[in-house]
C-alpha cells in the first residue's frame, strides 16, 4: 500500500462526537466543505445535458475548454489555448496521481500543504520531501515541486517575485513546476497571482502546471470540477495517460462547468458570503485568545492559541466547535489549528457567541 498515513480525518472523530453533544448542536468549521446552494444557472446546465448516453471526451467539449480559457484571461491575466485546457474529476484526484503519471522519483512540497502532495508521491513510490526552501536544494535534481498559492492551510499568498525565483530554480534543472492555485479567485488583504501569468513565468508556461476548482468558487465540490492547463506538452502527454485510464468527466458536469467558469456574478455573491463570514469570525477568534497568521487569502484562518493543536482542538470542541489540528498539514502546524469560513451564516454567529 506505498506505506500510506493512516487518513488523518478519523482521528477527528472523538472531537466531533464531543462537539455534537452541545446544547446547540456543532458547529463544524474542519473540513471546510461548500455549504451553500449550487448556482441556479449550473443546475440548469447539468440537468439540461442529462440526457447524455455516449462516452464523454477525456479532452472535454471544446466550449468547456474556451470557458476556461476564458475565465483564466477574463479574471486572472492568465492566457492559455484552448486546447491546452484538460478537465480533472476534481482537482484532488489529479494532485493524487500526478507524480505517478509523471514519472517522477523525486517530489517537493511545501513544509505545511495539503496531505495529498505527500500522499500522491507515496502512491508513486517516489521519495517526498517537504521543504520551503528551493534554494537550500542545492544542485540535486528534483522531477516535481508543488507550489500552493493561497496555502491551504495558512491561507499564505506567494508573491510573484517569490514564485519567479521557483520557476527559475525548477528551469535550470528540468524540475516540473505544479501550482495548485485553487483558492487563487479569493484573496483578502492580499491578491493571488498565478505560476502561469506573464509577471511570473515570463511569458512561456514550459514546464509549469496550474491546477484548479470549482469546489469553493461555484460550490460545486460535489459535482468533482476542476481543470488543468500549462505547457501544451505535458498536458497533451497527460491527456493520452488519462485517456489510457478512463478518467472521463460526465457530460453533464461538462456542461455544468462550462455554465459556472462562464458566469462571474455568482462567484462574486458567493465571494461576499465567505467575506462577511470571515469578518466576524476572525476578530472573535482573536479576542479569545488565538493568533492568526498569514491567512491573507482562502477559507481558513490559520490561528494558535500557544497550545498544541491537539489541545486547541480539545478546547474548541467543548464549546461546540470542531476545527482542525494543524498537524495534519505537517510537524510545522504542531501549535496551529485550520478554523474554516464555509459554515453557514447561522453557524458563523453561532460559532461567534461561544467565543465571546
Not at 461546540?320 to 498539514?329: D, K, Q, R, T
Request: hydrophobic share 40%; charged share 20%.
Amino acid at each position: 500500500m506505498k506505506n500510506l498515513p493512516d487518513f488523518p480525518w478519523d482521528r477527528l472523530e472523538p472531537y466531533k462526537d464531543r462537539a455534537a453533544a452541545h446544547p446547540d448542536g456543532i458547529v463544524d468549521l474542519s473540513i471546510g466543505t461548500p455549504v451553500d446552494p449550487v448556482p441556479p444557472l449550473v443546475r440548469q446546465a447539468l440537468a439540461g445535458a442529462a440526457d447524455s448516453p455516449g462516452y464523454p471526451y477525456t479532452h472535454g467539449t471544446k466550449e468547456l475548454r474556451e470557458a476556461a480559457a476564458g475565465w483564466l484571461a477574463r479574471r486572472h491575466g492568465v492566457h492559455v489555448g484552448q486546447a491546452d485546457v484538460l478537465p480533472l474529476i476534481g482537482s484532488k484526484e489529479f494532485v493524487g496521481w500526478l507524480p505517478t503519471y509523471l514519472g517522477a522519483r523525486s517530489v517537493v512540497f511545501p513544509e505545511l500543504a495539503y496531505p495529498t502532495y505527500d500522499v500522491g508521491a507515496r502512491l508513486a513510490g517516489a521519495e517526498a520531501r517537504p521543504a520551503d526552501g528551493l534554494l537550500a536544494l542545492g544542485p540535486e535534481h528534483v522531477d516535481l515541486v508543488w507550489v500552493n498559492s493561497p496555502g491551504n492551510p495558512t491561507g499564505r499568498v506567494l508573491p510573484a517575485e517569490h514564485l519567479r525565483k521557483v520557476v527559475s530554480w525548477a528551469r535550470e534543472r528540468g524540475t516540473i513546476v505544479a501550482s495548485d492555485e485553487c483558492y487563487i479567485g479569493l484573496g483578502w488583504e492580499e491578491e493571488p497571482v498565478s505560476v502561469l501569468h506573464p509577471d511570473v513565468c515570463g511569458g512561456s508556461h514550459e514546464g509549469l502546471l496550474a491546477v484548479h476548482s470549482l469546489s469553493k468558487r461555484s460550490n460545486l465540490a460535489g459535482y468533482r470540477a476542476g481543470f488543468v492547463t500549462g505547457d501544451p506538452v505535458l498536458v497533451k502527454r497527460l491527456l493520452e495517460i488519462r485517456k489510457h485510464a478512463g478518467m472521463l468527466m460526465p457530460a453533464p458536469v461538462q456542461a455544468a462547468m462550462r455554465a459556472a467558469l462562464d458566469d462571474d456574478a455568482h462567484a462574486d455573491a458567493q465571494r461576499e458570503l465567505y467575506a462577511a463570514r470571515r469578518a466576524l469570525l476572525r476578530p472573535a477568534l482573536e479576542a479569545a485568545g488565538w493568533r492568526v497568521d498569514h491567512s491573507t487569502a482562502g477559507l481558513y484562518l490559520w490561528a494558535s492559541n500557544g497550545e498544541s493543536s491537539w489541545d486547541q482542538v480539545q478546547r474548541l470542541a467543548e464549546t461546540g466547535i470542531l476545527v482542525a489540528p494543524g498537524e495534519f498539514y505537517g510537524a510545522a502546524g504542531g501549535r496551529h489549528i485550520r478554523v474554516a469560513i464555509t459554515a453557514t451564516d447561522e453557524r458563523i454567529s453561532a460559532a461567534v457567541r461561544r467565543l465571546q
